[in-house]
């Protein structure tokens, strides 16, 4: 809709909750061409669109090497917690819901921090505490970043307001400034909007999670292994002569996606993976180590879960 080489999304994004919630205030009014009267349109924010880090930082989600890394429940731990065989287990099973709005506060940031210790970097620890929550809010991060320069400046005598005053005056100082920062600029827009739940509304993004993820790695590896086995010509062929009538896929150039087999594009990436069962079947790359088999056994298995990623577009 719009981009800006100064503002952020989120920034852009407040603005446009903003203006929906003021068109669903009172409704758009309009004209029903159909029924040949006037009808009122009511926006509602269905699903926030985007790929994987654009959808965490709409979640104020800190991303994947956080000990929480979903962004739409709570699975994860510590590193030991993971390392475990409970904790492993743990991985697979949903958890409750995320509910990261009740947690992004600016008061409980600055208690992380040591301001009388200014020689340690306060940062580091907000660094650490986003990594072991999984919060990471763009909004008050800039500003937080803000108080904690301002708080190091003030208990250093940098600052010419921190000279003269106690400890207990300067923190209650920064305590102001911290309940001025939320009042002014708040956090993360998203968070909070009526009938949106942001760790829900944001689908999982199918190119870059599944196309150019998981099934570009295993083809990676197919590929490297069909030409250790010699059996990527016959492959080749097998996908210039394999009919694609009955599938929903732009026209298959074997050539191309042979030669350039390292620099496919997600469109071939979906072809290939409703193709590839049919494409490796019997041939001797299975005798190739342990990871024949299993290469086989994952394209096969994938054809399932592909059917419901796929059934509705």
């Not at 509602?44 to 985007?50: D, E, K, Q, R, T």
């Not at 590929?223 to 080749?236: G, N, P, R, Y």
């Not at 072809?271 to 088999?293: C, E, T, V």
Request: net charge neutral; hydrophobic share 35%.
């Amino acid at each position: 809709m719009t981009s800006s080489p100064h503002a952020t999304p989120i920034e852009l994004v407040k603005v446009l909750k903003e203006c929906i919630e003021k068109a669903a205030e009172s409704g758009v009014k309009t004209y029903d061409c159909k029924f040949r009267e006037e009808c009122l349109l009511i926006p509602h924010a269905h699903f926030w669109a985007g790929d994987n880090p654009m959808q965490a930082e709409e979640c104020s989600h800190a991303g994947l090497h956080c000990n929480f890394f979903c962004r739409e429940c709570k699975v994860g731990g510590t590193q030991e917690e993971k390392w475990s065989d409970d904790g492993y287990l743990k991985l697979f099973k949903v958890d409750l819901a995320n509910t990261v709005h009740q947690k992004i506060q600016l008061p409980r940031y600055l208690n992380n921090c040591n301001f009388q210790h200014y020689k340690v970097l306060p940062t580091e620890k907000l660094k650490k505490h986003k990594a072991s929550t999984g919060i990471n809010d763009s909004i008050s991060g800039n500003s937080l970043q803000a108080i904690v320069d301002l708080g190091k400046g003030l208990y250093s005598g940098k600052h010419l307001d921190g000279v003269g005053k106690t400890k207990e005056e300067l923190q209650a100082q920064l305590g102001e400034e911290v309940k001025h920062v939320v009042a002014e600029y708040g956090i993360n827009p998203l968070i909070g909007m009526p009938g949106v739940n942001m760790h829900q509304d944001t689908p999982t993004e199918i190119l870059h999670t599944i196309l150019l993820g998981v099934v570009k790695y295993f083809w990676g590896q197919t590929s490297h292994i069909l030409e250790k086995t010699k059996d990527f010509s016959t492959f080749q062929t097998r996908l210039a002569s394999i009919d694609t009538s009955g599938l929903n896929i732009p026209k298959i150039s074997a050539e191309y996606i042979c030669t350039y087999k390292g620099s496919l594009i997600g469109k071939h990436f979906k072809s290939l993976a409703q193709l590839m069962p049919f494409l490796i079947y019997n041939l001797s790359y299975k005798r190739y180590s342990m990871h024949g088999p299993l290469l086989e056994n994952w394209w096969f298995s994938y054809g399932i879960p592909k059917l419901t990623i796929w059934k509705n577009i």
